[in-house]
């Protein structure tokens, strides 16, 4: 599913999430709970404020987020 995201870039550049979208659905990251690197694509495993914990993944080419996985606090989702 793509997503829109609102990233921080830190002093050193490096970007994180701080805020998605899910068509009108805002959803506020809480803590980047994990960080991985691919060729082109970079991946945040990060809880929103709904509780729920989202894997997203950046195509560093196209600079296109997607939602890769979807877990609610307690069930699969």
Known sequence: MEISVKCYAD???EERPTVFFMGVHRIEVIEVLDRWLAPDH???K???DDGGFYILRHDVVSDKWEL???KQQGRAA
Do not use: K
């Open 68 to 70: 890769t996985s979807f």
């Open 11 to 13: 002093y050193l550049g």
């Open 42 to 44: 970079r991946y945040f």
């Open 46 to 48: 990060v809880e929103g």
